[in-house]
């Protein structure tokens, strides 16, 4: 076999002979990985079940272990759902303070992931085949020469860390040479923000918000509720604030429309010099100290501007202003002043030192904190070549570091460069040495939460494909030999705990992996920030400023794979995004007015260039409403060129365009802009966001009142003169036949007050009822098969957007049954309306009768496609064959574990017994699922209040599923502002 061969996974598809074999290697690599699951894989240590679960493992009952993925170095605590030995799913631990028993699409995806048979599986030296003790080798054998015996040559390049493991082996490193220097390259962060919080608190720190204490939100670019370490969390807290008495409210500045945006009651479209002019003139509003003006507030409202600053004035002490990573140093710092200046600091935002290694003390010196140096010091280095070892762990810096270092050529000049992850991505192409990494669920480690409150990961399957944990490898580094990742996390801890015998260390060890947490965990103390430090700061200048330019190119983290992490992850890839709706692809966003200024369209093709010409690139545009003009924004993580065939070549390449080093920003930067005459298709899930005039979303407003506490209550009526639909209301004359439930009848509520758009529940769904992936070509027919569809509707007028979760209505009437030839759908006992997969012959009779479209015909074998599906399949669920029609079953597996549950106790099922999966997934518990006939049940008690309608009511279909509609709230109105 030739050399390209035998890396065929990691280079791009092929015609003919050589895709054949691709598809051979990857189904030998997958067939593999599942004979080792099936023969007893779980990892040689013991490994302990969340705190509820039996010790014994059952024929067909799952296992749920306690566990940590990491989001940007951090830990969002999990449970890890097992099936006879396989991790299946993935959902929130509730008792850890990063998920609260939520989970984003991302972490649920991550079980993909862990079966992907393109991982990389061999460790390789300049792309030819080596061992793990020959990787060893080379670089003990780097670290003796005599100009390298106290480090002078040793580079450490690593993400974010907050491991208590590895931060320990990092200090334990610096102890042994002195003189090797660790960076941290973080492409998802903001380096203005970094930049900031060196000068103000003298080292790195994380800012902590509890939107839960707040009762005014300004949102400036910031994404509160996306895919971070802190994401799920603020989500779940701003909502509990919102239903709160009197209710929160959230205004959004922002570029591109988001997750925030949609949640606001007012948002507005402007570029980052606009948003830093804003912040400017609320601050002169409320008469913040040492104010220093930059920008004219012509960018928005005057009026609009004045009566956001009142009522953050009216909300001092219980209001927050969240800078994002577009604004410049300057904008942070204004962020900063106005939140000092409203006393919100130490209540509704905190701010923690980020954890750091610590130099052991030799020869009686005291020890001291190791700081890491960022990436433009290491290219540096290396291009006058004082690095002779550089360690990469979990970083691709050749993909996804700003193009204006190019890393890639500054690598050439290291003698014994050694990378560490996943895949073999663009990185470990360009290295030396390239060793595979295991996942989160296949190794132990530790992790601190974005507030800081430890954890254990615990492996729920030994490595699928021979990875190597980085607590393995730097353990070398730190001792002069390898050391297994157990024994190293282990003794971390007996470190830290202390504990007086075996006894004790077994009992902490054991309590910490049953719930997730560790024991008596405590969140970091807060750091203190005086005022008279921000004005200071603020009258010493020096912090730089984003100029208004005719076009400014905005660089955002994808919604779905992020920074191109997850680029070889189907799930993520297929997931369309929230407002474009477009999937398998990236695409340049602008609005409407900046699209007919160039005289561009959809699906255009245009060259994007820097001041300087230095960095050119060709993107193909969307014009989306909402979208501020003269902006235009470049979603990363896509263009990979390396790391899996379901990442190659999808989508452009942004991070080229990124500059870090003459910019007031790395993540916006003026750009000129030119049509090439090219033109690009877009496959798309959703190609009408108009209502049409049939209300599929209502709004209703907060009123003045005596019905409620504060006075306030909620407008039976919506605007359109449309009375609510009740569930409970009587029905309209029908030729469906009556039907009576003596047990349960099964229904339920959507609050469309509470959706934000995130798909975690499209992706919950998936990954519950083993829901295929199709591909590009087969989504851009139609032909998706996502059981849930999350419809966005966008009001031209209004300038807003309304997020709706949409799948089988369940109906009473439901028009899907009476044309099906075979019986296939039908209505069960309880009210739902099932499928029988076995019985359907594929008509599509009930599709083409459904007023929802929320069936999806199998066209093709699509599951056979994926060479990993058998490994991660959930045996409760059926695997459909080409031919059917599928659609959503309210979780019907769940609902039968219940019942047998209760049956052997001889009970009724409980109220909250039965969660649905996009129900126990969604972070603003939007979603509530249960038993009608319980007059005292979440879901009756749901349906019972004003805002419940049903979608299409006029149909009299009588859906089991409604939707509480949106709330508007006057109170919060400050303008028309510009939208």
């Known amino acids: 076999m030739k050399r390209q061969d035998a890396n065929a996974i990691d280079v791009p598809p092929h015609a003919g002979m050589d895709n054949g074999r691709r598809r051979v290697l990857k189904l030998l690599a997958a067939s593999a990985a599942l004979a080792g699951a099936g023969c007893s894989q779980a990892p040689q240590e013991k490994i302990l079940p969340y705190v509820s679960m039996p010790e014994g493992l059952v024929p067909g009952d799952p296992v749920f272990y306690a566990s940590t993925l990491l989001r940007e170095g951090y830990g969002v605590g999990v449970l890890v759902e097992a099936e006879s030995g396989r991790p299946i799913k993935i959902e929130g631990n509730t008792l850890h303070p990063a998920s609260l028993g939520a989970a984003d699409a991302q972490s649920q995806a991550s079980v993909l992931t862990l079966w992907d048979p393109e991982r990389s599986h061999i460790v390789m030296k300049q792309r030819q085949l080596a061992t793990w003790d020959a990787a060893l080798d080379a670089i003990a054998h780097s670290l003796r020469g005599p100009d390298t015996a106290r480090g002078s040559g040793l580079r450490l390049l690593t993400g974010p860390v907050s491991s208590p493991t590895l931060l320990a082996q990092i200090g334990a490193m610096k102890a042994r040479y002195p003189e090797a220097v660790w960076h941290v390259h973080d492409p998802a962060g903001c380096d203005a923000a970094s930049r900031l919080a060196k000068r103000l608190f003298g080292g790195p720190a994380r800012t902590i918000y509890h939107l839960d204490r707040a009762r005014v939100v300004l949102a400036v670019d910031a994404d509160l509720f996306g895919p971070a370490p802190d994401g799920v969390r603020n989500a779940h807290d701003f909502m509990q604030s ?271 992996l049953r719930q997730g947490v560790v024991v008596d965990a405590q969140p970091d103390p807060a750091l203190n920030l005086d005022i008279h430090t921000l004005t200071e700061l603020a009258l010493g200048g020096g912090h730089t400023v984003s100029q208004a330019a005719e076009l400014v190119a905005v660089f955002a983290n994808d919604s779905n794979i992020v920074t191109g992490r997850y680029a070889n992850n189907t799930w993520l890839q297929e997931l369309p995004r929230p407002y474009t709706k477009i999937s398998w692809d990236n695409a340049a966003l602008m609005s409407p007015a900046t699209a007919r200024r160039h005289g561009i369209r959809s699906g255009d093709i245009v060259s994007l260039s820097s001041a300087d010409a230095h960095a050119k690139l060709r993107v193909p545009v969307w014009v989306q409403p909402g979208h501020a003009d003269g902006v235009v924004t470049l979603p990363l993580g896509y263009g990979r060129r390396h790391g899996g065939s379901n990442a190659h070549g999808r989508g452009f390449d942004a991070y080229p365009l990124l500059d870090m080093q003459h910019a007031a920003t790395r993540r916006s930067r003026p750009v000129l802009l030119r049509a090439t005459g090219d033109h690009h298709a877009f496959a798309r899930t959703q190609h009408e966001m108009t209502q049409a005039g049939r209300e599929p979303v209502r709004t209703v407003e907060l009123r003045r009142g005596p019905a409620m506490p504060d006075g306030h209550n909620i407008q039976d009526v919506p605007p359109t003169g449309k009375t609510a639909h009740h569930g409970s209301a009587a029905a309209a004359p029908s030729l469906y036949p009556a039907r009576e439930y003596d047990s349960y009848a099964w229904g339920m509520s959507v609050d469309l007050d509470a959706c934000i758009g995130c798909n975690a529940c499209t992706l919950a769904c998936q990954a519950e009822n083993n829901i295929p992936v199709v591909g590009p070509e087969e989504v851009a027919r139609g032909r998706e098969m996502h059981w849930i569809r999350v419809d966005l509707y966008w009001d031209d007028e209004k300038h807003k957007s309304q997020f709706q979760p949409m799948a089988c209505q369940h109906c009473e009437n439901a028009p899907c049954e009476v044309v099906c030839p075979v019986g296939a759908t039908m209505h069960d006992s309880e009210g739902l309306n099932v499928q029988v997969y076995n019985r359907c012959v594929g008509t599509r009779f009930c599709s083409n009768n459904c007023p929802y479209k929320v069936r999806h015909f199998n066209f093709f074998d699509y599951a056979s496609k994926d060479p990993s599906s058998a490994a991660h399949a959930n045996p409760d669920v059926t695997v459909r064959q080409r031919g059917v029609m599928e659609k959503c079953t309210y979780c019907l597996q769940r609902i039968s574990h219940a019942r047998i549950e209760a049956q052997k106790s001889g009970r009724a099922i409980q109220d909250g017994e039965v969660v649905t999966a996009c129900q126990a997934t969604c972070p603003t518990q939007a979603i509530v699922f249960g038993d009608t006939n319980d007059p005292q049940s979440r879901v009756s008690r749901s349906k019972a209040s004003p805002r419940n309608y049903a979608v299409l009511d006029e149909l009299n279909t009588r859906p089991r599923t409604t939707y509480l509609a949106r709330i508007d709230n006057p109170l919060a109105k400050l303008g028309d502002g510009d939208g």
């Open 242 to 512: 919102r239903r709160g008495t009197p209710r929160a409210h959230l205004y959004a500045l922002e570029s591109a429309p988001g997750l925030c945006g949609a949640l606001a009651d007012h948002r507005v479209a402007l570029s980052p010099a606009g948003m830093e002019a804003v912040l400017e003139a609320i601050a002169a509003h409320l008469g913040v100290q040492g104010l220093r003006r930059h920008h004219m507030a012509d960018a928005a409202d005057e009026e609009w501007v004045r009566g956001l600053a009142a009522q953050l004035r009216d909300a001092a002490g219980t209001s927050v202003v969240a800078p994002g990573s577009s604004l410049s140093e300057h904008g942070q710092l204004l962020a900063w002043q106005i939140n000092a200046h409203l006393g919100n600091l130490g209540r509704t935002l905190t701010v923690a030192a980020s954890a750091l290694p610590t130099n052991i003390s030799t020869a009686g010196e005291p020890s001291s904190s190791v700081r890491p140096e960022d990436m433009s010091s290491l290219v540096d280095a290396m291009r006058h070549e004082a690095v002779n070892t550089l360690i990469m762990l979990d970083v691709n810096p050749v993909y996804d570091a700003p193009g204006s270092l190019d890393f890639q050529d500054a690598l050439q000049h290291v003698p014994c460069s050694v990378h560490m992850g996943l895949y073999a991505d663009e990185t470990a192409h360009q290295a030396v040495w390239h060793i595979p990494m295991t996942h989160e669920l296949e190794s132990w480690s530790d992790a601190r939460s974005f507030d800081g409150t430890p954890s254990i990961i615990q492996p729920v399957i030994s490595p699928l494909y021979g990875g190597r944990s980085p607590h393995t490898l730097l353990n070398l580094l730190a001792h002069g030999q390898t050391r297994d990742a157990h024994a190293c996390v282990r003794e971390t801890w007996r470190s830290l705990w202390r504990p007086e015998n075996d006894s004790a260390m077994a009992a902490n060890w054991e309590t910490s």
